[in-house]
């Protein structure tokens, strides 16, 4: 079972990436992706539930960042208006579980490697 994170780099604030992460081994019934930056814990940006397509963000990524799915068992963080604040790791991850509180990051068997995301002003 395994997770890969991709997309991330150097970008100017206001600008766009796109983060993938393909899943090889399983399908989960949730993803999300999280963050962290340095002295802060892994925090919540968003996760879709597989099977309905359900989507859920952070706070402070609604209305900029959009989570999204294809057939290929491939999810997709669309990050737009980006702000330095939104600067940091990004990690992808994957459950099996339903009943729990997936904005957690302790809800999650599985993770990505990680990509960075530099945002600069």
């Known amino acids: 079972v395994q997770l890969q994170a991709s997309g991330g780099g150097l970008v100017q604030a206001g600008g766009s990436l796109k983060l993938s992460c393909a899943a090889s081994?399983?399908?989960?019934?949730?993803y999300a992706w999280f963050r962290q930056t340095p002295g802060k814990e892994r925090e919540f940006v968003g996760r879709i539930f597989w099977n309905t397509g359900s989507r859920y963000y952070g706070d402070y990524v609604k209305g900029r960042f959009t989570i999204s799915r294809n057939a290929k068992n491939t999810v997709y963080l669309q990050m737009n208006s980006l702000k330095p604040e939104d600067t940091g790791v990004y990690y992808c991850a994957g459950t099996l579980r339903s009943m729990t509180d997936l904005d957690d990051w302790s809800a999650y068997e599985y993770w990505g490697q990680g990509t960075q995301v530099t945002v600069s002003s």
């Open positions: 081994g399983l399908t989960f019934s949730n």
